[in-house]
């Protein structure tokens, strides 16, 4: 962590966070039946698999779980540089007619979920689609809106809200670097 990070978030609070997302998801679903999640690589996908042991605890019922690499569909590849591609996993039911739940660690301006929109198209029809976010940061410049949200995170366009999971960085917490 550098001299200019501060953590908002500890293990305890993403724990809790999650643990209301995967309510949320089950009450707005009216259970778990017909449900997939799909993460956005990378934490998004780790997220999307806590989630779903989470509202299988919950419900008794196991929830499919996917990857949806988005990278090849953001509008903004000329400006930014990218990641390699990550694999797109979707559950061997498919999505067509399901109620999809994208899971993502960080909404910032809106783009990943465009994309991953977009992405949607290429793979199915889903009934239809949700979005979770462990943390919204604001700063929207698309009219995206989501419905799950661990954590509301003001932050000046300027920051890095920095997610890291056990998982993928050994341990789980939140960081505003400035």
Do not use: C, W
Not at 9 to 37: F, K, M, P, Y
């Amino acid at each position: 962590m550098s001299a200019h990070e501060r953590i908002v978030l500890q293990d305890a609070d993403i724990a809790r966070a999650l643990t209301r997302i995967s309510h949320e998801i089950l009450e707005s679903n009216r259970g778990a039946d017909n449900l997939v999640l799909l993460g956005i690589p990378t934490r998004g996908v780790t997220l999307a698999t806590r989630i779903a042991q989470l509202i299988e605890t919950f419900s008794g019922v196991a929830v499919e779980t996917g990857a949806l690499d988005v990278t090849m569909y953001r509008d903004d590849l000329h400006k930014n540089p990218t990641r390699a591609p990550r694999p797109t996993s979707i559950p061997d039911g498919g999505i067509n007619g399901k109620t999809v739940v994208l899971i993502d660690d960080v909404l910032f301006s809106g783009r990943s979920i465009r994309a991953a929109l977009d992405a949607l198209q290429d793979i199915g029809r889903p009934s239809a689609v949700r979005l979770a976010t462990l943390i919204d940061r604001g700063h929207r410049e698309l009219p995206i809106r989501p419905d799950f949200v661990g954590k509301n995170l003001p932050s000046a366009r300027d920051e890095r809200v920095n997610v890291r999971l056990t998982e993928t960085d050994g341990k789980d917490e939140v960081t505003i670097e400035s």
